[in-house]
């Protein structure tokens, strides 16, 4: 995930996308709050406004007061151009009795109110402006992106092909709407429009956008290309990044831990750092990978994200007791992530030493999400194990209760089956451990040890046929042993590639 930069988006005024969940692509795009493009509008703006501010009123046009209108939308320009929106709306509202036919002056006040997040306000005024003024693609394109911005997506695309079809040649025209539907995810869409900018003015900006366009709909090889081409001119981090990703989708794994590593040298922001961490973890080079969690951790200590890798690395390096540290201080800086807890349990089963700390959070998780089933087995797993090293003599009515609960809210659990099965068969329950084997085994049939644990309680059912059959499942499980090394392989990929959407977090 990329830092964005102020003006990327929606040339030549940009816009802020207030969005709970971006993903890692969508976040690549957005930028900050609508900006004036200076040098591009205001000259002949304040010329032109002159010349039209007070003839609403033509029996009092005299030049003194044409004067004090038109000084007063200069001030109004400065006023915004220093960032005090407060006081250029005030001066512009003012104004409007006097200019109601002026188009600089509703463009400027429709750019006030999004700069304020007035976004109905904003398209207002700004429809004004391009009614007053149809054959403007600035005032099309700044319509379009107040649209947006509202929520408007077709209406702002309406406005941005407006643009285009008055400037066809122009590079703002292009990008703009090739950004808007990369914002819509219609990336191939895009693709032509960046392209077109790109011949009409080749610029950084423009030529990585297309460059990750071109990494999302496969075209890798013109992906490379450009980045390398881009490199030339402009050597940064993202650069390096991205052609890591390239390398990484193209099963060039050296090349691209090399790529990732030069990224975090050069930029070293928490996304890079999180990126060459998981590329490490990813194909299990673990010792690399726990040094650049380790380091970035400590270089951002509120980033749950780096210390979840930190503590599937130390996991998957058989240090279960790092592991579980790690991964409690992750879940305390984020308790609702499910993630965390998917590892946790995975690290605590094989280091049962801080149960009281692993048990209160994972208590915490079933009460934050009373609803989820997966929450109240791993708070009854937590306990059981806990309570187990303990007080062997420790009652199973109450884990009893979690298991049957969790099952209830989540049928799709063979993991709860399992362990419900597991509970009965310890007490002799055969009649109540086999269903619950049997309904683990139908909703994931490469579970060896319910294969075995089922095998077991064929044998105290006098059923050794059935046994025998369950036992030669487990054996070719074993053999194989493949099936549980595949599933946490998943779980690793699943969690980075989940986790490289997020947010970056500061120092």
Known sequence: MKTPRKGRFLRPFGVFLRSASLTRYQQRWAVGKMYWSRGMVLPSLVVCAALAIGQDHPNQTQANQSQALTRQFQSAVAQYDAGRLQDAAAQLEALLPYAS????????????????????????????????KPDSAAARTNLAASLFHSGKSELAEGQFRKALELEPRDYDANHNLGELFIQSRRIPDAVPLLEKAQEIRPSYDNGYDLALAYFEIGKLGQARQLVQNLEQTKNTGELHNLLAQIDEKSGEFVPAVNEFESAAHMDPSESNLFDWGSELLLHRTYEPAIEVFEKASQRYPKSPRLLIGLGMSDYSRGKYDEAVKALLAAADLDPSDARCYLFLSKAYDSSPNQADEVIQRFRRFSELQPGNGRALYYYAMSLWKGKRAEDPGFNLKEIESLLQKSIALDQTLPEAHVQLGNLYADQHEYAKSIPEYVRALELNPNLPDAHYRLGQDYIHAGQKDRAQAEFEIYQRQRAAHTAEIDKERAEVQQFVYSAKGEPSTKP
Do not use: M
């Not at 002026?102 to 429709?110: A, D, I, K, Q, S």
């Open 101 to 132: 036919r002026t188009f600089e002056v509703h463009e400027l006040l429709g750019l006030v109110y999004a700069g304020q997040s007035q976004d109905a306000k904003a398209v207002e005024q700004l429809q004004i402006a391009v009614r007053l």
